[in-house]
């Protein structure tokens, strides 16, 4: 995505190109995933160095190991995150 994007329960790989703009990612709610349901975000364009892609929460009860959000600003950075299916988010 190029733009910001509203991840689904059924994404797995999320590529997102900050070439040109920041890029805000919103996770589903937690409650709305299955336990150990994993997410894999990834900076394909490089440029994450000059616009930032931030992961968040879409709820304020959910965190992301303890946050509401994280941001990837190195180029070509990659997170990967799984949930409990409750209220959180893990980084692996």
Avoid: R
């Avoid at 689904?8 to 709610?29: E, H, K």
């Amino acid at each position: 995505t190029t733009t910001n994007y509203e991840i689904q329960i059924t994404d797995f790989y999320i590529g997102a190109d900050s070439l040109n703009n920041t890029v805000l990612l919103t996770l589903p709610t937690a409650s709305t995933t299955t336990n150990g349901q994993t997410f894999v975000i990834k900076d394909e364009a490089g440029n994450a160095d000059n616009n930032a892609i931030t992961v968040s929460c879409s709820v304020g009860g959910d965190k992301i190991d303890g946050e509401n959000l994280i941001i990837l600003e190195s180029p070509f950075a990659s997170v990967q995150v799984y949930c409990n299916g409750t209220d959180k988010y893990f980084i692996t």
